[in-house]
């Protein structure tokens, strides 16, 4: 299907706001780590 291809655009955009939001909240989910603001 080549019609995917076109919704990767919009989706890949999507895909690292949440990548992003995931870096950052990782941290404060996991209390093995240190705090940074």
């Not at 019609?3 to 655009?9: I, N, T």
């Amino acid at each position: 299907m080549r019609g995917s291809a076109e919704v990767d655009d919009s989706s890949l955009a999507r895909a690292e706001e949440i990548a992003n939001n995931l870096r950052l909240a990782l941290p404060l989910i996991r209390p093995s780590g240190t705090f940074s603001p």
